[in-house]
């Protein structure tokens, strides 16, 4: 032996070296992972050479100190050099045990090694001559053997997962070839800073090369200057989830890495879901600031009427009655970004507040901080801030902010049974905000031809200048119809958006000559215009024709006063197919012509007088089961094919709901252990939401209650419609589940308002449309106590639960109700309805 190896225990391994010590070698060592029935054995640099030629005192000193197998940690000794076998396959021969070693060099990574390319893995080595290959990862976690076999050209495996580059990219010394793995999920990183990004093409083809219990948890890592996730959600039609940042050493952070490889700051948003052509979700985050009170998920309440919002490229600050603009949804950058979005003006409160919280962010985050206002007066309230000096960017410019113009949706009938009115959605340049209109709409046969009406000249212009003054921003929403259709918002004040499908309401009789009935939803808001749609069946509407070009206002004749609606009867059955003669439809012309948005209307006439003339009538509760099902029932086979057969196509269209639910949260699949069960539950439980006061069967309502229990529960308060005034002392019940409304929504809800405190609640949201997010379910058997009856509304309790913290909690959310100005939406009657006491 040309020199002194000294063969040593350290911790569970055994450590070869030159006898003058080797940190990197025994550092290694000691951070091994024990593993059963194996020893690993490190070789430091010095020694590797007498390990390749198994040098009989080596082997011996081996012999001794090893017990079972071997993983002999030693580069490229799994791999055979021309004319010779591998030194892993002679020492397995020399020890009689099996030995695993790496085909390539070796990489340490926080709690393991890795085998970078160009070796493949880890080999094992018999005695008897065989072999058999393994993955790069040591310790292997249970996603290695799930990546793709073959990858597209420019990408490689690293620590994380997979790593997709720009097949012209140039060799590089990056960070995230070292980045410990995550046991949990693999990570498929894109691109890399200040280079070109890769081909969406190329992450969907590794996304689609896993295996299906791989996809279901996989998070890409986007490491692009202008963001890769959008377009890789768009290429791949599924939704994606998406890290913020670098993960740092502890795991709970993530870091920002600029294009010349400097660490900056740490985002608060750590993962988000990115679906195809709709804005991101944050699903994980830190908070700002922890006085700071949670309002929804990555929200929170900044000063009254003000909030926070937590997103990929920082904080939005904006008003309740403001909606994100999806151009606002940038990726992660180099600066921590505070966008500011102001409606009317901005209080010196908020700009107080806003100050506040800009001084306690952390300091990477001071250090990397820009102020983006969004708006001519965003930006004179940003010079008040003073902790923003010389940190204020300029208004973005209109090419900066997402614009629609004249964008033309038809009327449609969803695959459910809803009717989607025909609308003009025109966006005005300057203040970015969205107008919409609804239109009347002519039948001639089987067909529906909707026109657009005209406004004033000088209606419009009223509009429009209001619409500057206030600076009033809305979103769209898309919805799952036939074709994909913006849904106005209401234009009152105060301005708060809300968008939602209006329901073809059911017919008691023919289908007057006349002009056509209102719907059913628009005879419980007093505020809304007729939408003057036709009722007709959903089967005998067909594909609607192209529209036609309305003529200038200047040659529209003034039409004479709008003639009442006629009474409708809302017979509560389905709606029966009406065959409607062409001679029998009123031509465009015999229509009555659409008001402002802006401007009231008396509501129609009614079959039945309300109790109180100023009172809606809320909804009739859902005729009560002869046997009433627990909250705890389990649904079995035969009720679920029930179900399905009494739903039919709704059903299908309830699948495809629950289907994007569980892309965008798999953990939701281990809830249960029979997938066809958990799919059917919960597709019910979108049935009911759609439908809260249909009549259903007690399978249905087995079904409801085990997918009610599959949801994330809300602890909070919640509001519901009454049609009575219950006494102080009172305890009423739930026989059926039933839905409400969280007290933050700025929904009116007609009756009488009884605010609950609950724990029990059911979430709806991500299984619902967005227009419903702020709903949930009481479930069946639910107990309320009434606590108090304070001006007008009725104050209760999950009974069982602490009297004077839930009475504080409802007193406050009962006076933020009253100093808001609640607006009357389509559809509030399903949070409405009677409760039995007792």
């Known amino acids: 032996m040309d020199q002194e190896i000294t063969v040593e225990r350290v911790g569970g391994a055994v450590l070869v070296h030159d006898g003058r010590g080797d940190a990197a070698a025994a550092e290694l060592a000691a951070a091994l992972p024990v593993e059963r029935h194996r020893t690993a054995v490190v070789v430091g640099a010095a020694a590797a050479a007498a390990v390749a030629r198994l040098d009989p ?281 505070v966008l500011l979005a102001a409606g009317p003006e901005v209080p010196a409160q908020v700009v107080a507040a806003l100050d506040s919280l800009i001084a306690a962010l952390p300091a990477d985050a001071k250090a990397h901080l820009r102020v983006v206002p969004l708006s001519s007066l965003a930006a004179e309230a940003a010079t008040r801030l003073s902790t923003a000096r010389g940190k204020v960017a300029p208004v973005p410019t209109r090419s900066a902010t997402r614009t629609f113009e004249h964008v033309i949706a038809d009327v449609v009938v969803t695959a459910d049974g809803r009717v989607l009115p025909a609308t003009l959605v025109v966006a005005n340049p300057r203040t970015s905000w969205v107008r919409a209109t609804a239109e009347p709409t002519t039948l001639k046969s089987t067909a529906v031809e909707p026109t657009t009406p005209k406004l004033a000249a000088e209606e419009q212009a009223a509009e429009e200048q209001a619409a500057e003054e206030s600076g009033r921003i809305c979103g769209e929403l898309d919805v799952e119809a036939v074709a994909q259709v913006r849904v106005p918002a209401q234009a009152v004040a105060p301005p708060h958006p809300v968008e939602r499908a209006l329901p073809l309401p059911p017919l008691s009789t023919a289908v007057p000559a006349m002009a056509p009935p209102p719907m059913a939803s628009l005879a419980q808001a007093t505020t809304a215009p007729p939408l003057g749609v036709p009722s007709v069946a959903a089967p005998s509407v067909s594909a609607p024709t192209p529209r036609k070009p309305a003529a200038p206002a200047v040659d529209e004749p003034e039409p004479a006063d709008t003639p009442e609606a006629p009474a409708i009867e809302l017979a509560p059955r389905p709606l029966p197919s009406v065959p409607v003669a062409p001679e029998d439809v009123p031509a465009a012309a015999e229509l009555p012509p659409l008001t402002a948005l802006t401007t009231a209307v008396a509501p129609p006439v009614l079959p039945q007088a309300a109790p109180e003339p100023a009172a809606v009538p809320p909804a009739a509760p859902a005729p009560a089961l002869a046997t009433e099902v627990p909250p705890d029932a389990r649904s079995t086979p035969e009720q679920r094919h029930e179900v399905r057969q009494h739903l039919a196509n709704r059903y299908d269209v309830a699948v495809r709901a629950v289907a994007r639910l569980l892309a965008e949260r798999p953990g939701m699949r281990t809830a249960g252990t029979d997938h066809s069960a958990l799919v059917a539950e919960l597709a019910v439980v979108r049935v009911f939401a759609l439908n809260p006061s249909e009549d259903f069967d007690t399978a249905f309502h087995t079904c409801l209650a085990a997918g009610l229990r599959l949801l994330p529960t809300l602890r909070g308060v919640v509001v519901r419609g009454l049609s009575d005034l219950p006494a102080v002392g009172d305890v009423l019940r739930t026989p059926a589940p039933v839905l409400a409304v969280t007290a933050a929504s700025d929904c009116a809800l007609p009756g009488v308002e009884l605010l609950i405190w609950t724990t029990a609640a059911r979430r709806l949201s991500g299984l619902v449309d967005d227009d419903q997010a702020d709903d949930v379910v009481l479930p069946a058997q639910t107990r309320l106590r009434v606590l108090a009856v304070e001006d007008g509304r009725v104050l209760a309790v999950e009974d069982g639960l602490p009297v004077d913290p839930a009475l504080t909690r409802l007193r406050a959310a009962a006076t933020r109700r009253a100093d808001a100005s609640l607006d009357p939406v389509e559809g509030s009657a399903r949070w409405c309805g009677a409760l039995p006491v007792g």
């Open 57 to 337: 005192w080596v082997v011996a000193d081996l012999d001794e100190h090893v017990q079972g197998g071997v993983r002999l940690l030693a580069a490229g000794a799994g791999a055979a050099a021309p004319g010779a076998l591998p030194p892993a396959r002679l020492l397995a021969d020399r020890l009689g045990v099996e030995v695993i070693a790496p085909d390539g060099p070796l990489t340490a990574v926080p709690g393991g090694v890795f085998v970078p390319p160009p070796g493949t893995g880890w080999v094992a080595y018999r005695p008897d001559g065989g072999h058999r290959r393994g993955g790069p990862r040591h310790p292997a976690p249970w996603w290695q053997d799930d990546l793709p076999a073959d990858l597209p050209p420019g990408a490689t495996q690293v620590p994380l997962g997979v790593w997709v580059r720009h097949p012209d990219a140039p060799a590089r010394d990056d960070e995230i070839t070292t980045c410990p793995q995550d046991p949990a999920r693999p990570v498929v990183v894109v691109g890399a800073p200040g280079e070109q990004p890769p081909e969406p093409s190329s992450v969907r083809i590794v996304l689609k090369g896993l295996s299906d219990a791989a996809r279901d948890c996989v998070v890409l890592l986007d490491r692009t200057a202008a963001g890769l996730a959008q377009p890789v959600a768009d290429e791949l039609g599924a939704p994606v989830r998406v890290l913020h940042g670098l993960p740092t050493g502890d795991g709970t952070r993530l870091v920002h890495v600029a294009p010349d490889g400097t660490r900056t700051w740490q985002p608060f948003a750590l993962e988000s879901v990115y679906r195809p052509t709709a804005p991101p979700v944050v699903d994980r985050w830190v908070a700002p600031l922890p006085r700071l009170p949670l309002i929804a998920p990555a929200a929170y309440r900044l000063a009254p009427g003000w909030r926070v919002d937590v997103v990929a490229r920082g904080l939005l600050v904006r008003p309740d009655a403001v909606e994100p603009d999806p151009a606002w949804h940038a990726p992660t950058g180099s600066t921590a970004d």
